[in-house]
């Protein structure tokens, strides 16, 4: 018998790989308008497009403004231009098609799929997520996937997740388990929403919002450990 019997996976840097694939994406991308795919370019669109999402979780930006601005903000930087529609459509074309997981990710959630629910819940672009999911090699263990997008409500959001109970049959708060890498969305919304947090924390990152999470883990294995409550 498991702890929990409902886990939320977060999908990038938790199960998907997304660092590899944004540097995929994004090193084609530039080399598709003229621009060279260098370490350092491709270092700054990552810091701009991160700072970018962090200005969506706070509501400070709307997902379809992201998906240009960041763009604009890059070329501004490199002193560049480039068509920024053309550039962000290019981009989550090759963003879609990249499906790499996180080492451990499909064994992991293949062993919690026998006896737990699991969901995943992200706030990446619909068409960019549904794509990379449906390609991806955890099809059979998820019951759904849950994206910000069409729910309305960005993580951390209290709406969000109060959304995503309703749309889970039998939704049991204390049998869920919140999985993410990311403070200020994944364990921010959990912890706001009342459901217990487990951090993957591979790098060992400070809490630096000293938030009540319950678990910490640095490596996927540890996750099964957490929700089977050894």
Same mark, same amino acid.
């Given at each position: 018998?498991?702890?929990?019997?409902?886990?939320?996976?977060?999908?990038?840097?938790?199960?998907?790989?997304?660092?590899?694939?944004?540097?995929?994406?994004?090193?084609?991308?530039?080399?598709?308008?003229?621009?060279?795919?260098?370490?350092?370019?491709?270092?700054?669109?990552?810091?701009?497009?991160?700072?970018?999402?962090?200005?969506?979780?706070?509501?400070?930006?709307?997902?379809?403004?992201?998906?240009?601005?960041? @763009?604009?903000? @890059?070329?501004?930087?490199?002193?560049?231009?480039?068509?920024?529609?053309?550039?962000?459509?290019?981009?989550?074309?090759?963003?879609?098609?990249?499906?790499?997981?996180?080492?451990?990710?499909?064994?992991?959630?293949?062993?919690?799929?026998?006896?737990?629910?699991?969901?995943?819940?992200?706030?990446?672009?619909?068409?960019?997520?549904?794509?990379?999911?449906?390609?991806?090699? @955890?099809?059979?263990?998820?019951?759904?996937?849950?994206?910000?997008?069409?729910?309305?409500?960005?993580?951390?959001?209290?709406?969000?997740?109060?959304?995503?109970?309703?749309?889970?049959?039998? @939704?049991?708060?204390?049998?869920?388990?919140?999985?993410?890498?990311?403070?200020?969305?994944?364990?921010?919304?959990?912890?706001?929403?009342?459901?217990?947090?487990?951090?993957?924390?591979?790098?060992?990152?400070?809490?630096?919002?000293?938030?009540?999470?319950?678990?910490?883990?640095?490596?996927?294995?540890?996750?099964?450990?957490?929700?089977?409550?050894?």
């Amino acid at each position: 018998m498991s702890r929990y019997k409902t886990v939320l996976f977060d999908a990038d840097n938790t199960l998907f790989d997304f660092s590899r694939a944004e540097l995929s994406a994004i090193a084609e991308t530039l080399a598709l308008f003229g621009i060279a795919p260098t370490a350092e370019h491709c270092a700054r669109y990552s810091r701009i497009n991160d700072e970018m999402w962090k200005r969506l979780e706070r509501g400070e930006i709307t997902k379809e403004a992201l998906r240009v601005v960041r @763009f604009v903000a @890059f070329l501004e930087e490199i002193g560049a231009r480039a068509d920024v529609n053309a550039m962000a459509d290019a981009y989550l074309t090759r963003l879609s098609v990249q499906t790499y997981t996180i080492a451990g990710a499909t064994a992991l959630v293949q062993m919690l799929a026998a006896d737990c629910r699991l969901y995943i819940i992200t706030n990446g672009i619909a068409c960019v997520q549904k794509r990379r999911f449906a390609a991806s090699p @955890f099809v059979p263990y998820f019951k759904g996937l849950f994206i910000s997008e069409e729910i309305g409500f960005e993580k951390p959001h209290p709406a969000f997740f109060a959304a995503v109970a309703a749309k889970i049959p039998d @939704f049991d708060a204390k049998a869920t388990l919140v999985v993410g890498d990311s403070l200020s969305s994944d364990m921010a919304g959990g912890v706001a929403a009342g459901l217990d947090t487990c951090w993957y924390n591979p790098k060992n990152t400070p809490n630096s919002k000293n938030l009540p999470i319950t678990y910490t883990v640095r490596t996927l294995e540890e996750v099964l450990s957490v929700v089977r409550g050894a």
